[in-house]
């Protein structure tokens, strides 16, 4: 990742960079790389006894809140400073610890970063790296992004030209016209709602009418899709 790293930052020598990693990033040349490149990070650390024995009082804060209630979800964040044997320095690793609903276990989450947000920020930023493979599983299964089963490089690479194309097209789709209720849903579950629904097409004179099944549960959604798409252009109607 180094090389990537030092293309980054010439090619956009003023953006600031981030970068959030599994466990597998855990490593302490890493985090010197990216101190000494000044890239802000949340990486994973794996748990083990050291890092539980520094959260012990963090971990009896959740016991003090839970003393009364053992069954709902709890949660509590801190910070500690750890050093590894590899590690020349301590580093900040925040930590959140939480309780499952109806069980008595806690599970451990260790984050080691360089950042000065707030602990539950902090987690909530490494969190988001999830997100990610949701928006690469909407790419292969939704637009088709992986099926390239040609020999030529050349019509593969215009194939995914045109399903980048189509993704694109999708999302300002997805952000100007649909309903706020639909906004998150994925390609998949919009296509099912909106696109393939049974509905009988009027033409008359001046308007095409849709005219949808009394019973369709997703009426109101498009309905509100197609005023949405007519306020972009009053030349629509």
């Known amino acids: 990742m180094y090389p990537l790293l030092l293309e980054l930052q010439d ?10 990693g599994d466990s597998g ?8 790389k990216l101190e000494t490149n000044k890239t802000s990070y949340a990486i994973r650390l794996k748990e083990n006894g050291r890092l539980r024995k520094l959260a012990s009082e963090i971990e009896h804060e959740l016991y003090e809140k839970t003393i009364q209630n053992q069954i709902d979800y ?17 580093r900040r690793v925040v930590v959140k610890i939480e309780k499952p609903y109806g069980q008595m276990a ?15 920020d902090i987690i909530r930023f490494y969190c988001n790296r999830g997100r990610m493979e949701n928006f690469i599983k909407e790419c292969k299964l939704g637009f088709n992004m992986d099926s390239m089963n040609s020999h030529s490089m050349t019509v593969n690479a215009n194939r995914l030209q045109i399903s980048m194309l189509a993704y694109n097209l999708f999302n300002w789709f997805r952000r100007l016209v649909l309903p706020a209720k639909l906004r998150k849903l994925q390609i998949d579950t919009i296509r099912l709602k909106l696109f393939k629904i049974a509905a009988k097409l009027i033409h008359s004179a001046r308007y095409l009418k849709f ?7 997703y009426q ?3 309905i509100k899709t197609l005023i949405n ?9």
């Open 11 to 20: 090619e956009y020598p003023e953006t600031n960079l981030f970068l959030r």
């Open 229 to 237: 798409i007519k306020n972009l252009d009053p030349k629509l109607e």
């Open 220 to 222: 109101e959604q498009f």
């Open 25 to 32: 990033f855990a490593d302490v040349l890493m985090y010197e």
């Open 74 to 90: 709890a949660v509590v964040y801190g910070s500690i400073n750890y050093i590894a044997d590899s590690w020349h320095q301590p």
């Open 106 to 120: 806690h599970h451990y989450t260790f984050i080691v970063t360089n950042m000065e947000l707030k602990d539950e």
């Open 211 to 217: 005219k949808l099944c009394s019973s369709c549960p």
